[in-house]
Nanobody, 124 residues
C-alpha cells in the first residue's frame, strides 16, 4: 500500500501562485510515476500533470502547460506542483496519485493510489 497526503491548497487571487505538496509513504518502491489531477464542482476529475519518479520526465495537460510545474524530491518522497498565473477556472480539489507504471499518462485508470485532495480556490 502507498499513502499519499496533499497539502498547500488555499484561496488566492487570479494571477497569484500556490505550491502543492504530496508526501508519499508506505511501499514507495512500487511507484514509478506520480500524477496530479483536479476536480471542479459538477465536472469529472481531469489530468493536470505527471512526473516519473526516477528520471524526472514530465507531462502536462494543455490547459496548464507553461503555468504549472511538477517536480519531486526523492529524498523526501514528495512531489510538488508549482502553480503560477492562476485563473478562476483552476478552482478545484487537487488530487495526488501514484502509479506503478513507468510510462507517464493522464488516464485515471492507470493510477493505483490516490490522496484525499486539497482545495484550491482562485478568485477573480
Amino acid at each position: 500500500q502507498v499513502q499519499l497526503v496533499e497539502s498547500g491548497g488555499g484561496l488566492v487571487q487570479a494571477g497569484g501562485s500556490l505550491r502543492l505538496s504530496c508526501a508519499a509513504s508506505g511501499r514507495i518502491s512500487s511507484v514509478y510515476s506520480m500524477g496530479w489531477f483536479r476536480q471542479a464542482p459538477g465536472r469529472e476529475r481531469e489530468f493536470v500533470a505527471a512526473i516519473n519518479w526516477s528520471v524526472s520526465s514530465t507531462y502536462y495537460a494543455d490547459t496548464v502547460r507553461g503555468r504549472f510545474t511538477v517536480s519531486r524530491d526523492n529524498a523526501k518522497n514528495t512531489v510538488f506542483l508549482q502553480m503560477n498565473n492562476l485563473r478562476p477556472e483552476d478552482t478545484a480539489i487537487y488530487y495526488c496519485a501514484a502509479s506503478s507504471r513507468f510510462r507517464l499518462t493522464g488516464l485515471r485508470s492507470q493510477y493505483d493510489y490516490w490522496g484525499q485532495g486539497t482545495q484550491v480556490s482562485v478568485s477573480s
